[in-house]
């Protein structure tokens, strides 16, 4: 075990930021291609949280684009974990601590579960960290790490900095403008991390800093990675107001209740909004009803689709099967659907009882959690007893469903009336072909064997089938 009782003398300190690889998000065979990947918000949001009055200097490490050096020499370790990270995140972390080296987990699963992360580290961070990172970094220079530090409920986006880009390769990434507005939902979806880990008021940062940190950025296409845009919609029409003068194309999430609001969704059009990604989840309104996702309304999505594309949005539709109504014919079912309403890029998922999460409780209650593996927890594994079908038939219907929403006549179907420009929807829809076909290669998490390696260099970011495809890959689980 680390002692931290003494101070850590007046030399600067080496600190590693990491976002561990996951089976989906690595460089190496991962789905995440060179020219779907962004660059990720969290390194450089911890990064520019750093206190003056702490002399350290940052080194931000994403095992996406590139290996980890686990002999790195740094005085701490903060690395960030999802679920599906986890297992990559605790055997970093019991490989630095072996050399010493303290280190600090934070992040969606440790806020999820901190009693599962807190073993595999010197300290914890629970919820958001842009009070607790800087205070546990006094703390360390000091030599008084706490084991645990807990963000105040009273959190104000306003006070915190502009994200630090620069300690990121720009160049490993098909973009780095990459953006957040708000943080949380208002809603309460049983199956989705963000009420259970982090409430349900959303926190918002003040439109003139993304105003600012756009124009810094000089950005022409901007990513948003907030889970629901439209959260609040007071705040939503305030930003879509600030962006429409910077003449940008942006793309994000937001739920199927914006296409109900027409002078919001003509507001968001105008603003320069080109594609988003909505949680469709089911065409099943006893499925939603039970996931508490009722305000989706199945027999509405293809006025959904028809409203966005009036105004040239493109729609990633995401579908999850596994849910308690579902049988074996749902996936044809889905996949059909998809087609018949023209959604731009369906995706379709594996429903995931996150650990903490209502639909995990109640599964765990049912003694259906199958695996506790927390590396199969990402939307692509089947974890849990299925209700009205088996463990094969989940994983075999849902590659169907991909093959037939991506079969070349689906394709050129719902290429027919697609909002994207023509040739970045082939690009696209070729790209998600290509996955449907691999779903086994790209869902294997085999990189665990393989041994850790110096960073190797990369070829370069080429794809031109841009922001669209990127954007409309944020979040698979929605
Ligand atoms: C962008 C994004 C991605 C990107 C890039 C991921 C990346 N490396 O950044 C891509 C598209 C690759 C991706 C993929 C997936 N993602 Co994702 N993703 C997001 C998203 C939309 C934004 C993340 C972000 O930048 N947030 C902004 C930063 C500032 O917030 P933050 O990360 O929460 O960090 C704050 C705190 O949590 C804390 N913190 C975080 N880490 C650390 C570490 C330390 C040391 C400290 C002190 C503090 C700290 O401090 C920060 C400041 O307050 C989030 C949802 C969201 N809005 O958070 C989902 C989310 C993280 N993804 C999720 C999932 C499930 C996935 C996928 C499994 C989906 C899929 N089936 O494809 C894959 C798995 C990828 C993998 N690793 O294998 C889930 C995670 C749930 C869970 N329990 O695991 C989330 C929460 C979305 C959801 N569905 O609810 N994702
Ligand atoms: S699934 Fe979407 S709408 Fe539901 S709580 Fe999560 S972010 Fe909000």
């Known amino acids: 075990m680390i002692q931290h009782s003494e101070p850590r003398g007046t030399g600067r300190l080496r600190i590693a930021l990491i976002s561990p690889k996951g089976p989906l998000y690595r460089h190496r065979g991962g789905i995440f291609g060179q020219s779907l990947r962004y660059m ?21 490490l994403d095992e996406g684009i590139q290996d980890v050096d686990p002999l790195i020499d740094v005085d701490l370790v903060g690395m960030t974990v999802i679920t599906g990270t986890a297992t990559r995140a605790y055997a970093l972390a019991a490989q ?30 629970v919820g958001y960290a842009e009070e607790t990172w800087p205070q546990l970094l006094r703390d360390f220079a000091r030599g008084e790490m706490q084991p645990r530090y807990d963000q105040a409920p009273d959190l104000d986006l306003a006070v915190s900095p502009l994200p630090d880009r620069n300690l990121l390769p720009r160049w490993r990434y098909l973009t780095p403008h ?23 008021t959303p926190l918002q940062k003040p439109t003139a800093h993304i105003v600012e940190d756009l124009r810094r950025m000089k950005s022409r296409k901007a990513i948003f990675v907030d889970l629901n845009i439209i959260a609040d919609k007071a705040y939503a029409r305030e930003l879509f107001t600030a962006l429409t003068p910077l003449n940008i194309q942006w793309f994000g999430l937001a739920t199927t209740l914006l296409c109900d609001d027409l002078p919001l969704l003509d507001l968001a059009a105008e603003s320069g909004c080109r594609g988003l990604l909505m949680g469709l989840e089911s065409i099943s309104p006893r499925n939603l009803r039970q996931s508490r996702k009722g305000f989706n309304r199945p027999e509405d999505y293809a006025r959904v689709v028809e409203r966005l594309h009036e105004r040239r949005i493109a729609l990633q539709g995401c579908f999850v099967f596994g849910l308690d109504g579902d049988e074996p014919d749902v996936f044809e079912k889905t996949a059909q659907f998809a087609v018949d309403t023209a959604i731009d890029l369906p995706r379709f998922a594996i429903v995931t009882p996150f650990p903490g999460t209502p639909l995990y409780q109640r599964m765990e209650r049912e003694g259906r959690i199958l695996t506790r593996n927390w590396e199969r927890y990402d939307g692509q594994h ?38 994207a420009p023509l040739h970045i929807a082939i690009v696209t829809n070729y790209g998600y072909r290509r996955y449907a076909h691999n779903l086994h290669k790209f869902y294997t998490c085999d990189w665990m064997t393989e041994m850790p390696r110096l960073r190797l260099p990369l070829r370069q970011a080429s794809s031109k089938a841009s922001a669209h495809a990127v954007a409309l890959t944020v979040r698979g689980t929605e």
């Open 382 to 419: 089947v974890v849990f007893q299925p209700a009205r079908m088996s463990v094969a038939e989940l994983e075999r219907g849902t590659e169907h469903a991909w093959k037939h929403a991506y079969s070349w006549r689906n394709i050129a179907r719902r290429l027919r009336h697609t909002a």
């Open 96 to 125: 630095f601590r072996k050399r010493n080296i303290p280190v600090v987990l934070g992040g969606p699963h440790v806020t999820l579960i901190p009693e599962d992360a807190q073993p595999h580290a010197e300290a914890i961070v």
């Open 40 to 60: 990720p918000l969290t390194l450089p949001t911890l990064a520019a949280l750093m206190p003056n009055d702490v002399d350290a200097e940052i080194v931000c």
């Open 178 to 200: 990459v953006f957040e507005a708000t943080r949380g939902c208002i809603h309460n979806c049983d199956f989705c991390v963000v009420p259970t880990a982090w409430g349900r």
